[in-house]
């Protein structure tokens, strides 16, 4: 038996270009066929935005003991606040009524094998130079730390006061808060 996470082992599983969007429109239909519309606000339940890294080893409403409508949840790579995540948080908080902030980077993060290299190496590849920082780092604690000043520093923001940085483990499962000092 595979998971959904498990790699193909075999010509008969790979999946092609394509098959794995018309894989998500099936499971979209069958979700379709039993969904009844939960009569919920846009605004999240727990009034809380949390933003993580997108790595598909987080299953952040489970970790969490999240329901659906409980939160907002802003995801990129590294999990790193950026002007993107500040406009979400910001939109968030100002017209949806967020008051908390939870910043979740991970163990074994792709941003710490990659450097800004990257962007540079992108640039020769296509000729142009993405608009866009790598935000790549080496600490991860020191990236939760980073994150949370952002967040805390925004002057778009209005409720800077509940914001708090974890690490979680990927192979306990495991939330690690981080000192923002």
Same mark, same amino acid.
């Given at each position: 038996m595979t998971t959904s996470a498990a790699a193909p082992t075999g010509s008969e599983d790979a999946i092609t270009d394509g098959a794995v969007t018309d894989?998500?429109?099936?499971?979209?239909?069958?979700?379709?066929?039993?969904?009844?519309? &939960?009569? *919920?606000?846009?605004?999240?339940?727990l009034r809380v935005a949390v933003v993580a890294c997108m790595d598909a080893r987080l299953d952040l409403h489970k970790a969490l003991g999240l329901q659906l409508g409980d939160c907002h949840t802003i995801r990129n790579a590294g999990g790193v606040v950026t002007d993107d995540v500040i406009r979400s948080l910001t939109i968030s908080q100002r017209a949806l009524g967020t008051r908390s902030v939870v910043?979740?980077?991970?163990?074994?993060?792709? *941003?710490?094998?990659?450097?800004?290299?990257? +962007?540079?190496?992108?640039?020769?590849?296509?000729?142009?130079?993405?608009?866009?920082?790598?935000?790549?780092? +080496?600490?991860?604690?020191?990236?939760?730390?980073?994150?949370?000043?952002?967040? +805390?520093?925004?002057?778009?923001?209005?409720?800077?006061?509940?914001? +708090?940085?974890?690490?979680?483990?990927?192979?306990?499962?495991?939330?690690?808060?981080?000192? &923002?000092?």
């Open positions: 894989r998500l429109v099936d499971a979209n239909e069958r979700y379709a066929a039993a969904f009844t519309d &939960p009569g *919920m606000d846009a605004r999240p339940v910043l979740i980077h991970h163990t074994g993060c792709g *941003m710490e094998s990659i450097t800004e290299d990257f +962007r540079h190496d992108l640039e020769l590849e296509v000729g142009q130079r993405p608009a866009w920082a790598v935000e790549a780092f +080496r600490d991860v604690d020191q990236d939760v730390r980073q994150s949370m000043a952002r967040v +805390r520093t925004s002057p778009f923001l209005l409720h800077t006061e509940d914001v +708090r940085g974890f690490v979680f483990d990927v192979k306990t499962g495991r939330l690690r808060e981080i000192d &923002p000092a």
